[in-house]
């Protein structure tokens, strides 16, 4: 990755930074659970899980930025929450899809909402240099209550199927929508639109 950028973001709730070669015990606890994976797929092995953790850090370290993944922290101490996640199209760059997930005792406490909001508000504010104008999130038809961070961030359904639901947020659309989050959603990220990116400069 670029060390001139810095990956890392805060909100109300939660710190973020990338993924690391100290996070293997993280991805094992998420991908082997399955809780976590109910709705994801079949529960990971440790040496499958080993395996995509290897990849994933792979993508954190791979210039230009097509894929990033965040480990989330407790901002009060209380360690790992799971992972935030970022893909860019390779068809169109400036699309990106975004991914949550939380270790079971961390569910349905807010702190999802918290780390995606923040997540949104870096990716469309510029804070990377990634020029991004679309982001999406998708979930299985068959856990609606994933669709209640999407839905109270101003995301709209794009499509959804009986597989699939397609949630969609377009940066003309964001301001307007950010104004209507909740408080819960709201936080340290404020500094972050606030203050235009001044990285023009860099590559992602």
């Known amino acids: 990755m670029n060390a001139a950028v810095d990956w890392g973001y805060a909100a109300r709730r939660v710190g973020a930074r990338l993924v690391d070669d100290r996070d293997r015990a993280l991805y094992r606890s998420l991908y082997s659970d399955a809780a976590v994976m109910a709705h994801v797929g079949a529960a990971l092995a440790p040496e499958a899980a080993d395996a995509l953790f290897a990849k ?15 480990r989330v922290d407790d901002a009060r101490g209380g360690g790992p929450i799971g992972q935030v996640s970022m893909l860019r199209d ?11 997930m939380l ?11 918290s780390a995606l909001a923040g997540l949104v508000d870096a990716l ?27 839905g109270a961030l101003g995301f709209v359904v794009a499509s959804a199927d009986a597989a699939q639901v397609l949630w969609r947020l377009d940066r003309r659309d964001w301001p307007q929508a950010r104004a209507h ?11 972050a639109v606030a203050v235009a990116s001044d990285r023009s400069g860099e590559s992602a």
């Open 90 to 100: 390779a068809a169109d760059p400036r699309c990106a899809d975004l991914g949550v």
């Open 181 to 191: 989050w909740p408080a819960a959603a709201l936080g340290r990220q404020r500094a």
């Open 56 to 70: 994933v850090c792979a993508a954190n370290a791979a210039t230009p930025a097509m894929a990033r993944y965040w």
């Open 124 to 150: 469309l504010s510029d804070r990377w240099p990634l020029a991004l104008e679309t982001l999406t999130a998708r979930h299985a038809a068959a856990n609606p209550n994933a669709g209640r961070l999407t």
């Open 103 to 113: 270790l079971p005792q961390w569910q349905n406490r807010g702190v999802g909402l």
